[in-house]
């Protein structure tokens, strides 16, 4: 049998023909094959991040490529290198997520036969869910809390709590995440039921495709028989009447069935224009849950995770800067870590505050708010009950003492000035003064957790 090494290398030859030398030394080069056994081809890949972006842009033409030296279908593996406690070890073992051959049966609901008993054996069938999207990735805050408890609940015992559940929110805030999180706990707890995921869009599809074909009946059979129905986006059957009225008979028959069925919209059910009257009060039946956009201490959990998992190492003050720019849309801020891994990546250079800025004004707009000296110092003046009189004092008392350090080192985070002219502003101090206040902050902000959450109340106050 011909190396691994020797097939990888030939494979690299067909690839290099078909992408740009920047797209091959980015993407190809980094890999490195590692065995050849049983039909399994194995390569080792820098992080999770590359492994994804792989299989989303290229495994069409890794495979073909694998194919085409081989003579088989090797099933493909990554290792992800991994770093533990700073220790490069053997990595993570990820199989490639591949399609079934099309000989072999793995049907859904795309492709709908006339008999609706034999469109998916039970051993074939497809959700359509994505299991990187769980609970253990949907992470809790204030702005998820209800939602996220009403999911966890219908886990438990689906049917027979909360139904239908109906989640509302603007985009980019987890309502597909959520979907996919209860549906994937309700196929790991109950494996005999029927879980469906799918968009509204492709519901429509479908059912243009089945009136075409004059198979509406085993349309609507086909998804009467489903024990977990997740609908994602219902707004967009708005003006689809026929559409809507053959969902209309599927959540009927499901409800009185007791079976659970999950939608998702932009908007609240009664917001909802172009949707039939009927439906609607339908949707209000069971639980209606909004799902707001993140919290700041949200957006740092997701942010870290995000890190985490694609490999990167990234500053905490890197973190903060990104959480408190990138407010609106949790798919934001996945996309600056995503845009930071490939420039780091490309261009071969640590991830630093100044990429991170130029990164994120690309992604969003950010406001240029006017923070002053001035406003700082009331602000930490009025917070910590001190007179601003006694700020630019020349106390030594603790609490002052405190109050004049944050006022310099926000000056200095916030302003362009030096720390010479920072310290004339605050009590006439020279420039060592300021410096050494800076540093004491600092020192203070990594160790104690409490002084954390003081300088960051102070600083959602300046941007108010």
Not at 46 to 75: C, M, Q, W
Not at 396 to 425: C, P
Request: hydrophobic share 35%; with cysteine.
């Amino acid at each position: 049998m011909e190396s691994y090494k020797n097939i990888w290398n030939n494979c690299m030859e067909i690839i290099k023909d078909n992408v740009s030398d920047k797209a091959f030394q980015t993407w190809f080069v980094p890999i490195i094959p590692i065995k050849y056994q049983d039909n399994d081809f194995t390569v080792q890949v820098p992080s999770h991040f590359f492994y994804e972006y792989l299989e989303e842009h290229y495994a069409d033409l890794i495979y073909a490529s694998l194919a085409r030296i081989t003579g088989k279908n090797p099933v493909l593996y990554y290792r992800i290198i991994v770093d533990h406690s700073n220790k490069k070890g053997g990595g993570t073992i990820l199989q490639s997520e591949r399609p079934a051959p099309a000989n072999e049966v793995n049907k859904t609901a795309t492709q709908l036969n006339k008999s609706p008993n034999r469109l998916v054996p039970a051993t074939a069938w497809n959700p359509n869910l994505n299991p990187r999207l769980s609970f253990h990735n949907f992470f809790e805050g204030e702005s998820n809390l209800l939602a996220r408890r009403v999911g966890e609940s219908i886990c438990e015992n689906p049917g027979k709590t909360f139904n239908p559940l109906f989640i509302h929110g603007c985009s980019g805030v987890g309502k597909t995440h959520l979907c996919h999180a209860i549906g994937n706990r309700i196929a790991e707890c109950f494996p005999e039921k029927k879980v469906m995921y799918i968009s509204s869009h492709l519901f429509q599809v479908q059912f243009t495709d089945a009136s075409r074909n004059n198979v509406s009946n085993d349309f609507i059979n086909f998804y009467q028989g489903i024990d977990i129905l997740i609908v994602d986006d219902i707004q967009e059957l708005a003006g689809k009447e026929k559409t809507q009225n053959a969902y209309f008979h599927i959540f009927n028959h499901l409800h009185l069935l007791g079976k659970q069925i999950i939608l998702t919209s932009d908007k609240a059910p009664a917001e909802l224009q172009g949707i039939e009257e009927r439906l609607i009060s339908r949707f209000k039946w069971g639980a209606t849950t909004e799902l707001f956009k993140p919290d700041l201490e949200l957006r740092k959990k997701i942010l870290r995770n995000k890190i985490k998992q694609d490999g990167l190492k990234i500053s905490e003050d890197i973190v903060e800067y990104i959480a408190e720019n990138v407010t609106d849309h949790i798919r934001d801020l996945e996309g600056i870590i995503t845009s930071l891994v490939a420039h780091s990546l490309i261009c071969n250079r640590e991830v630093d505050l100044e990429l991170t800025k130029r990164v994120v004004s690309k992604a969003v707009k950010i406001e240029k708010k006017q923070i002053t000296i001035e406003k700082i110092q009331d602000i930490v003046s009025t917070y910590f009950k001190i007179d601003l009189k006694e700020i630019h004092s020349k106390s030594r008392k603790r609490e002052i003492v405190q109050a004049r350090q944050v006022a310099m080192f926000l000056s200095k985070k916030y302003t362009d000035y030096s720390y010479s002219h920072i310290g004339s502003l605050v009590g006439k101090r020279d420039h060592a003064t300021v410096l050494h206040a800076c540093r004491a902050i600092q020192d203070r902000l990594d160790i104690d957790k409490t002084f954390r959450v003081t300088m960051s109340d102070i600083k959602t106050l300046l941007k108010r």
